[in-house]
């Protein structure tokens, strides 16, 4: 199945996922893998669909889960 959808399309849904189950604070990544499941779209599309701002958010969490090594340096703000 093909969806003709843009970059911000796909992040507006990302971001509508991940506020609308904010209660159970779903990571990115998650809503990611969800509505590429749910579209039945190929993990290959990811680089056209991924923003830059749902890449680096996904990389915070990757980072804070210690599953990728930090870049950066994160200011302790809560």
């Known amino acids: 199945m093909i969806f003709n959808i843009t ?29 590429f499941e749910e579209y039945s779209f190929d993990f290959s ?6 923003s830059q701002p ?3 958010k996904i990389q915070a969490e990757g980072m804070d889960l210690n599953i990728i090594p930090r870049t950066k340096n994160k200011l302790p703000f809560a």
Do not use: C
């Not at 599309?45 to 991924?50: I, Y």
């Open 54 to 56: 749902i890449l680096e």
């Open 7 to 35: 970059k911000e399309e796909f992040s507006k849904r990302v971001e509508k996922y991940v506020g609308e189950s904010a209660e159970k604070e779903t990571p990115y990544i998650n809503a990611v893998l969800h509505l």
């Open 45 to 50: 599309l990811a680089s056209k669909l991924l």
